[in-house]
């Protein structure tokens, strides 16, 4: 299982993930998303980080919850066991 942590004062906040995949460069699928009148999510759900219009994407399903993009860097570091992105 793929795995996040961050301290937030008084607590840790672990997200789990059950799969992260490659996804389309943001600029692509913001303007999908634009054209059927769809929100988009436009910066990483872990560390922030605004998305480019050339940045490739990563969707995270979630073990709790709904999908969500991830930067590439908070995607290594939940794959490679690293977990704490911040």
């Known amino acids: 299982m793929l ?7 008084a607590r840790r906040h672990v997200v789990e993930f059950t ?8 600029g692509a699928y913001s303007s999908a998303r634009k054209r ?8 990483c759900f872990w560390c922030g980080s ?4 050339d940045d ?9 919850g709904k999908n969500v993009l991830l930067c590439e860097k908070c995607a290594d570091r939940a794959a490679s066991g690293e977990g704490t992105a911040l």
Request: charged fraction near 25%.
């Open 19 to 26: 799969w992260v995949t490659r996804f389309h460069p943001f």
């Open 36 to 43: 059927m009148n769809l929100s988009v999510q436009a910066d």
């Open 56 to 64: 490739t994407t990563m969707l995270a399903g979630r073990a709790k």
């Open 50 to 53: 605004a998305f480019k219009d």
């Open 3 to 9: 795995r996040l942590e961050k301290t937030i004062p």
